[in-house]
């Protein structure tokens, strides 16, 4: 199993502004995604974080408005640059050793 | 993009009978989980089966998978007031996409 910290747990944010998430896994993994859920609906994937490399942007998700670091095997990052109300949600990391493992979750409000 | 659909949306039951929940997918798969959320930002892994099984329990758990159906079902057994929580299938193959869910509530 993997334990995964998450920071912050949650923000509230100005229109325009950017925030940045981390992610920290105890442990080397392979694979991180990031997520997104709004209120009541499933969990989105943004993006795969590859190490070393550019992140894999899903269909409506760039690297311009999320941009991501994956520096080493057990931290990555996810901003979200300029925000406005639509971003708010909750974004939630999660490492792959073939299940899932979550961080706890970083509730964002842009007001 | 989201490839599982559960299947109900919304599930009520009395507390002690057995809750089912489907889940169907598009494209091909090395597995499918099955992944519990309660109210707040928890997700649980609760089970996965890989493509070349058919059943596999776990505890009060049973989960199917009909790979030429491309559905699998999720059977919650005695179920308990603890047991109420939303209830997500994933598909995994090089990533791992997650269903619309099934919200469970159990009554006393």
């Known amino acids: 199993s993997a334990v995964i910290s998450q920071k912050p747990s949650r923000d509230i944010c100005q229109r325009g502004t950017s925030l940045t998430i981390q992610c920290q896994v105890d442990?080397?993994?392979?694979?991180m995604f990031w997520y997104r859920q709004q209120p009541g609906q499933s969990l989105t994937l943004i993006a795969t974080a590859n190490q070393g490399s550019e992140a894999t942007y899903e269909s409506g998700f760039v690297i311009d408005k999320f941009p991501i670091s994956r520096p080493n095997l057990t931290f990555s990052t996810l901003t979200v640059s300029n925000m406005s109300p639509e971003d708010s949600s909750i974004y939630l990391c999660?490492?792959?050793?073939?299940?899932?493992?979550f961080g706890s979750g970083t509730q964002l409000s842009v007001l | 993009s989201q490839q599982g659909e559960e299947d109900p949306q919304a599930l009520s039951i009395q507390e002690g009978e057995n809750a089912t929940m489907n889940c169907s997918y598009k494209?091909?798969?090395?597995?499918l989980q099955w992944y519990r959320q309660n109210s707040g930002r928890g997700l649980v892994h609760l089970i996965l089966?890989?493509?070349?099984?058919r059943e596999k329990h776990s505890g009060r758990l049973r989960v199917t998978l009909d790979t030429s159906k491309k559905s699998s079902s999720l059977l919650i057994t005695a179920s308990r007031a603890a047991d109420t929580a939303s209830y997500f299938c994933a598909t995994a193959d090089d990533k791992i996409i997650f269903g619309k869910g099934t919200r469970l509530h159990i009554l006393p």
């Open positions: 494209t091909s798969i090395n597995n």
């Open positions: 999660s490492a792959a050793a073939e299940k899932l493992f």
């Open positions: 442990s080397q993994v392979t694979m």
């Open positions: 089966i890989r493509s070349n099984e």
